[in-house]
């Protein structure tokens, strides 16, 4: 471990062009019919990823249904996640919707003694109706401390698209964190990773001797990381910009990098954190070169099916333009359009500046027009949301639903050819049938 | 407020969708927050459907909610007007816009378009899907067909003679259960009855359509959930009778040919399409007997479930162990049924309660919807789907309707087949010691005993999997009688295990021995 790196090393020269190039870049903006979930749905990863926590949506019967819709099956008796249906009797003021609140939360924590973290989350309704769960949380928390901790953030359309939930929830989780050791460096990762990817990265980071490292969310709801001065933070997902933020309010440092999807992005990724760590050019190839070569000869066997092939990503996750450079760079593909539902220029600096200049970016949606640009480009794969999918297959469009990207593992070197492949099915498919 | 873990339905304006998706040249303006297009996806997904349903929504966001969401309303009924041109249109508003008050129904008026356009007001936090379906397909019916309501005065016309008799076929929606195959079913019967089908509605029909429903003599209410309210409304305006015998069974379907009949003046054909019937044969062959006396818990939509129970007693000799239904709208029907079999009827739409029921009654098969498949799986309980919600796995390729003979002869395979066959059955009885049946075999048709699929999936997802014969705590089992029972076949062990602590409890017995186990096995039998 090297604690004397207090000078953030800049992030190769990349970055400089970058802010030119995002400048200059036309980023198309319409606005109509927007057709992505909201930020609910982010429930559905991340209490598989925090384990001891409980979500309780504060909403109508329409949250409960999407919740469930979009989880698809319904696999769990007694999921940690659940809805406080708000009723008639809510809306008229002839029940307090604090004290039903209070008595549904009750009932629920006596069902569940194993919830250590409940988050109230708000929604549509909710947020129209002005229910301050802001305070609900602060007078829950009293009642059920010390064994339960009671946070709160909104996952409603109108606040937030898709993704956006997790940045909500994980920036309700930074002021909870423990203060760090004043003297000591640590790097805390920030985004929801599967289990086996934190233990690869936990892995490159030790034998690079970049470190302690701390992971955002964790597993346990009480092992969450430390935060202070001396944090620095990378971001492994490019939607995070309010958990970011708060971060940085504790003091911490963002780290500015490409995402770690690909073997480039995930080297630059690793490097942006070696660099502020000091580790030398030596030591960092010696440590990533085995997994970038088993990286590059995973890739290698989608090469030829992907190169040359045209895609077009309707707007969903946020996540459509590192994968992007990354079909675009490491798969020789070709960018049409890349629709993103929200473009955080800060934090795609890196990125941007990778993606070829020709790929028209557009932000935000009118999915009408964008369907009826994406008709007359005829992309060789389209990239959609599950409303999408089969209406442009029944078009003889081949598409790869988006929210296989947030429900896989795609981040670093071990999943660079499951990214490639997740893309590859779609057209092999095709290929191998003849009906 | 209610705490909801899984809903078994969704909200009304999922409902209007329902209705708006299986219409043709309708298209349905929904005013509604970012995210509400998840809806899209269960006619996508779910049905496979190769068309995006005809649904707009403004999706507004926060800062329109500073701004004028009306305007935002109003263009999007006219871009949607532009781009479809449909026939007509319905507008309404989902659970946040009915909060923010904007009058969609008032707004697109203003608009003026040539076409109808057609309100529905959906109260979101009192009503849900089924009854916004009834309310949506009601609405549209009134709308279009009530222009052309014959004035008190003037008598209905009498049928010309020699002239078919007529029908509409009311309540098949989008995302319905086999509604694709039980309208082809049942008008492939009306058909051999010598009655031909003036409109199908709301699957498959255009506004234009819904204008003629006037000219049938009779409309058969296929899905009482979706097309009472519509139904009774024809029937004061148009005159036209009901058909509410709902097909589902051999017996059922005998009593609909019945009541079509005697609304059609011609002399009936005999029992047509009976030929296909293999149910009565099938239930009949000595192989079934083993189906006698299954214990059957049902749960369902309540025209499914009430159906079903029929079917499960005079068809195939099950007996009925529970019954129940989400549908509070026809929560009387169900009670009556439920007296009839003499059990407690169940209405609610609290999922637990239903796990919990199911757990106390130990029935042998579970007839219900997605959610009690999963509540049978846990539970290493035999389970057929007979109701919505379903998944996309009861969207099946093959035609497989539920209703008419040929849906009876589906309700005979798809019910039995979680269950043991009877020689397979005896045989594994005999046989139970040898390495290859053990005391957990399962139907040899299943491949992968059904506890273990469970087990895998809790393990996988963490949860801890659950006993599927719950122990009664007051009562403890000596070894040996415990060892005895796990030399019970598994498929009757849960009721033997229950039998033998009932009869315990009943004699003040706290402790089971062998003989208590063997006296309990005389007392009840088999």
């Known amino acids: ?435 | 407020m209610e705490l909801a873990l899984w809903t078994y339905e969704g909200p009304p304006h999922i409902g209007a969708m329902r209705v708006a998706t299986a219409m043709e040249d309708l298209h349905y303006v929904l005013h509604a927050p970012q995210g509400d297009t998840y809806a899209d996806l269960l006619f996508t997904m779910i049905e496979r459907r190769d068309k995006r349903p005809p649904v707009t929504y403004t999706t507004f966001q926060a800062r329109d909610l500073g701004g004028d969401t009306a305007q935002l309303f109003k263009s999007a009924v006219r871009n949607a007007y532009e781009r479809f041109r449909p026939q007509a249109l319905l507008v309404g508003a989902s659970c946040t816009a009915e909060l923010i008050q904007d009058d969609p129904g008032g707004l697109a008026k203003a608009l003026d378009l040539p076409v109808p356009v057609i309100p529905v007001e959906l109260p979101a936090y009192q009503r849900k899907e089924n009854w916004g379906a009834a309310e949506t397909f009601y609405r549209l019916v009134r709308a279009l067909a009530g222009p052309h309501v014959p004035d008190s005065t003037a008598t209905q016309p009498k049928r010309i003679a020699g002239r078919k008799p007529s029908c509409n076929l009311l309540g098949p929606t989008a995302l319905g259960f086999r509604h694709r195959d039980d309208v082809q079913e049942v008008t492939r019967l009306l058909d051999d009855l010598g009655v031909s089908i003036n409109v199908v509605a709301p699957l498959g029909a255009t506004p234009a359509d819904l204008a003629r429903l006037g000219e049938a003599d009779f409309n058969v209410v296929l899905y009482p959930e979706v097309a009472d309210t519509a139904a009774r409304w024809l029937e004061r305006s148009f005159k036209q009778p009901r058909v509410t015998t709902v097909p589902i069974g051999v017996g059922a379907t005998r009593d609909f040919i019945a009541e079509v009949e005697s609304l059609c003046f011609e002399a009936p054909a005999a029992n047509p399409g009976e030929a296909a019937s293999r149910l009565p044969w099938y239930s009949r062959s000595v192989d079934s007997t083993y189906l006698t006396g299954k214990r059957v818990f049902i749960f369902g939509d309540a025209t499914h479930a009430i159906a079903a129970a029929r079917v499960a007693t005079e068809e195939l000799g099950f007996q009925i162990v529970g019954l129940g239904s989400y549908s509070r709208e026809f929560g009387r029907d169900l009670r009556a049924a439920a007296e009839s079999y003499g059990v407690q009827p169940l209405i609610t739409d609290d999922y637990l309660e239903v796990e919990s029921r199911i757990a106390e009654l130990q029935p042998e098969l579970v007839l219900g919807t997605q959610m009690e498949r999963h509540i049978a799986k846990r539970m290493g309980i035999g389970c057929a789907v007979i109701s919505a919600p379903v998944h996309v796995q009861d969207f099946p390729a093959r035609y497989s309707p539920q209703m008419g003979f040929e849906g009876a002869n589906v309700l005979f395979d798809s019910w039995v087949h979680p269950l043991m066959m009877g020689l397979e059955e005896h045989l594994i009885g005999m046989f139970r010691e040898d390495a290859e049946f053990g005391t957990d075999a399962r139907p040899s048709h299943l491949g992968q005993a059904a506890e273990t699929i469970g087990a895998t999936d809790a393990a996988r997802y963490g949860e801890a999997p659950r006993d599927s014969t719950p122990r009664n705590s007051e009562i403890s089992w000596a070894d040996e009688a415990e060892r005895e029972l796990g030399k019970v076949p598994f498929f009757v062990r849960g009721k033997v295990r229950r039998n033998t602590e009932r009869f315990a409890r009943d004699g003040g017995c706290a402790v089971i021995t062998l003989e208590t186990l063997y006296d309990a096995k005389a007392h009840f039998g088999r």
């Open chain 1, 1 to 435: 471990m090297n604690g004397n790196a207090a000078v953030p090393a800049p992030v190769p020269a990349v970055d400089s062009c970058a802010e030119v190039n995002a400048g200059e870049r036309e980023v198309l903006r319409q606005r109509g019919q927007r057709e992505v979930f909201c930020g609910l749905t982010g429930i559905i990863w991340l209490h598989r990823k925090i384990q001891d926590a409980f979500f309780l949506v504060i909403g109508s019967r329409t949250c409960a249904h999407l919740i469930q819709s979009a989880a698809g099956v319904m696999i769990f008796a007694e999921p940690r996640f659940a809805t406080a249906i708000i009723g008639e009797r809510d809306l008229a003021g002839l029940a307090d919707a604090n004290d039903e609140l209070d008595r549904v939360t009750d009932r629920l924590l006596a069902r569940r003694p194993d919830i250590r973290l409940l988050f109230l989350v708000g929604s549509c309704p909710s947020e129209v109706i002005k229910l301050d769960l802001d305070k609900a949380a602060q007078r829950l928390s009293k009642r059920h401390a010390p064994s339960v901790r009671v946070l709160n953030y909104s996952g409603s359309g109108i606040e937030t698209t898709f993704t956006q939930g997790e940045d909500a929830c994980l920036a309700s989780l930074v002021p909870c964190l423990p203060a760090a050791n004043a003297n000591e460096s640590s790097l805390m990762v920030v985004g929801a990773l599967a289990d086996v990817v934190e233990d690869q990265l936990l892995r490159l980071f030790g034998d690079l001797g970049v470190g302690p490292v701390g992971f955002l969310p964790q597993r346990a709801a009480n092992k969450l990381p430390p935060v202070g001065p001396k944090t620095r933070f990378l971001l492994a997902q490019p939607f995070l910009g309010d958990t970011a933020r708060a971060l940085e309010a504790r003091g911490a440092r963002h780290i500015q990098a490409p995402f770690p999807f690909g073997v480039e992005g995930t080297t630059a990724w690793l490097r942006a954190a070696a660099d502020v760590w000091g580790v030398d050019e030596d030591r960092f190839n010696r440590v990533t070169a085995p997994a970038r070569q088993r990286a590059g000869r995973a890739l290698a066997r989608y090469q030829d099916m992907l190169a040359g092939r045209r895609f077009f990503f309707f707007p969903d996750s946020q996540l459509e333009i590192p994968i992007a450079r990354f079909l675009a760079r490491e798969l020789a593909m070709t960018p049409l359009e890349i629709g993103t539902p929200y473009l955080h220029r800060q934090h795609l600096a890196a990125e941007l500046a990778l993606l070829p200049e020709d790929a028209q970016l557009s932000e935000g949606q009118d999915v009408e027009r964008q369907l009826d640009r994406c008709a007359a480009l005829r992309p060789d794969i389209t990239v959609c949301g599950l409303g999408l999918a089969n209406p442009l297959e029944a078009q003889g469009l081949t598409t790869k639903w988006s929210i296989e990207l947030l429900f896989t593992p795609i981040h670093g070197y071990e999943q660079a050819g499951d990214l490639a492949e997740l893309f590859a099915r779609p057209l092999q498919r095709n290929t191998a049938l003849a009906v």
